[in-house]
């Protein structure tokens, strides 16, 4: 749990921290600023904070904590406070005389390493509206600086308290705003002086320690979820993409002691079935029991198109996947609303839409790798150099949504005739028949059927002599789409971050994602079973039994997301359910 403790001068603000810590064992005090020789009463201040705090404490003096934040991702710590560590680094930067100096790179490079702690985490800072600030440009350069990293760091915590005489208020997420945002940031110029933050943020500020509020009986339906704002990288050149590291599985530890805890919840045990193991999943990948909420769950949407579409193997023409990624990209699609529904992020990506979007900005364009895929009946989907450079891409994106603070992932697809290559692909790592893993996709009728069923045929005569060359596999017979997808989740697992598998074309990508990360699918989960007759082989070659099945079959990520609320009622379960001790009720032992 990483939350932002907010307040005013001698308001009890560290001392809630310290309490928000109370259980977490050895703790990490990372402290922003030193003490200076000639100051007796900062002195006094500094001793009299440490004295309050147990030897678990261990003190850390620190310029730079991002750097202390990296060093150990799982600690416990305490970084008091923001206050101090800006003054520093405007310092540094001399922009206290130069109002033109930016200080974004030292506050991005600290929220990342905030949005990557896996570990307790408490921040201090002083909440700029709470106080007086200097009519001086140097008081208006430090009130408007740390209200804006105070509105950036709220974004990639877990949770906002604020605490004003004593007395804490935990704050509501505000998703409408994204991070940078003048909306986000238009408050930073609340009066505050330089000289009374800084003197606020020394440690020892504090005196009265602040019980927490007692959680409202809706506490889990009110948590706070986090939009991720995806931020593109370089674009890989694709050397070497298809090598991966091996893959660790979630924590077995975790695990049992998720399943212990689910014996001391008041309900007769197994009773919850599939939520039971949804929560110790969820705790494995985290390594944490209870686990963490999931605050920041992340779709990202391929889209592509192929070849074998302009043949007439599916109910619409090609020209719709650029026409309904701009519908994603809007707002407007079926993944938009399930994904406002659990609070997730969507994302855009056109890798290989045969027609250029009319709206770039809007659509994450930046790893295109081409306009359509090659015809998968004559084994020329992809050149290897392009399989190649989708699967870095995919890699890319995983790693930039998880870097942004994604805490789990899910690849939704886009592209006409889609269920074509990934039919294929199923049919061919699980040596099926082409005629028994066809199915109707958008609705096509008996005579595309037919085009379809010759078109897979051909394909997987291409295909199986690569059945174990997953790179091979993915350029004769696959698309770029479905190799960014593979790339994606093989990386989500190299990253230790959970995913829901979504429909027919996404577990396609995620059976060629095993063979190349072997292990990988310890990360994932079945969102729900399609309709489609090759989703079934798909699944069962992975091991994996769908959270849900409701005749789905539109792709986009929208059974994942359906699953997804199941998933997040799950960690609910283990987080807030009361156990029989404290309920008072008797376990029937």
């Not at 779709?299 to 023409?317: E, L, N």
Request: hydrophobic share 45%; glycine share 8%; charged share 20%.
């Amino acid at each position: 749990m990483r939350t932002l403790v907010l307040g005013g001068t001698r308001s009890g603000k560290s001392a809630h921290a310290e309490r928000l810590l109370a259980d977490a064992g050895e703790v990490r005090y990372l402290a922003t600023g030193s003490v200076p020789a000639d100051d007796a009463a900062w002195d006094a201040r500094v001793r009299a904070h440490r004295d309050r705090r147990p030897e678990r404490f261990r003190t850390v003096e620190t310029t730079d904590p991002a750097a202390q934040l990296r060093a150990d991702r799982t600690a416990a710590v305490l970084l008091d406070d923001l206050g101090t560590w800006l003054t520093g680094v405007i310092d540094r930067a001399g922009a206290w005389e130069d109002q033109a100096v930016s200080v974004v790179d030292d506050v991005d490079e600290l929220c990342a390493a905030i949005a990557d702690h896996r570990g307790e985490l408490a921040i201090v800072s002083p909440e700029v509206g709470l106080s007086v600030v200097a009519p001086t440009a140097a008081g208006r350069r430090f009130a408007d600086e740390l209200g804006a990293l105070n509105a950036r760091v709220a974004r990639v915590v877990d949770s906002v308290r604020l605490v004003v005489a004593g007395r804490v208020l935990d704050l509501p997420a505000d998703t409408a705003n994204p991070v940078g945002s003048d909306a986000a940031e238009s408050d930073t110029a609340e009066s505050h002086t330089a000289s009374s933050a800084i003197a606020d943020s020394a440690p020892g500020t504090s005196a009265t320690a602040v019980p927490a509020p007692a959680p409202s009986p809706d506490a889990a339906q009110a948590h706070e979820m986090r939009t991720v704002e995806f931020v593109p990288r370089a674009v890989p050149d694709g050397t070497d993409a298809e090598v991966f590291v091996a893959i660790d599985p979630p924590d077995h530890e975790t695990v049992a002691l998720a399943e212990a805890r689910q014996l001391t919840l008041t309900k007769p045990p197994g009773s919850l079935g599939l939520l039971e193991e949804l929560g110790a999943w969820v705790s494995a990948c985290q390594s944490e029991c209870p686990p963490r909420r999931l605050s920041a769950p992340a779709v990202a949407v391929f889209a592509g198109d192929h070849g074998v579409a302009r043949d007439g193997v599916s109910a619409y023409p090609p020209a719709v996947t650029a026409q309904m990624i701009a519908n994603i990209a809007a707002g407007g699609a079926a993944v938009n609303v399930l994904a406002r529904r659990v609070g997730a992020s969507v994302h855009a990506f056109d890798i290989a839409a045969d027609i250029d979007l009319s709206d770039p900005d809007a659509v994450v364009t930046d790893y295109k790798v081409r306009h359509s895929s090659g015809d998968l009946r004559r084994g020329e989907a992809l050149t290897i150099a392009e399989a190649r450079r989708a699967v870095a891409a995919g890699r890319a994106i995983a790693d930039g949504l998880v870097d942004s603070g994604a805490d789990l992932l899910i690849a939704g697809d886009m592209g006409i005739g889609n269920t074509t290559p990934a039919a294929v692909l199923i049919g061919t790592i699980a040596d099926k028949e082409p005629v028994v893993v066809v199915g109707r996709g958008t609705g096509i009728d008996d005579e595309t059927w037919i085009r379809k069923t010759a078109a897979i045929r051909d394909g997987m005569r291409f295909g199986r002599r690569y059945r174990n060359e997953p790179l091979a596999l993915l350029a004769a017979v696959g698309g770029a789409d479905l190799a960014a997808m593979a790339g994606f989740y093989a990386q989500a697992a190299v990253r230790r971050t959970p995913v829901i598998l979504d429909g027919v074309v996404t577990t396609a990508a995620a059976l060629v994602a095993e063979q190349m990360a072997p292990g990988a699918s310890s990360w994932w989960r079945a969102g729900h079973q399609s309709t489609e007759p090759a989703h079934a082989f798909a699944l069962k070659s992975l091991g994996l039994e769908p959270i849900l099945d409701l005749s789905m079959r539109l792709g986009e990520g929208t059974g994942a997301l359906t699953a997804l609320s199941v998933v997040m009622s799950a960690v609910d379960i283990l987080i807030d359910m009361a156990t029989f001790d404290e309920a008072g009720v008797s376990d029937g032992a």
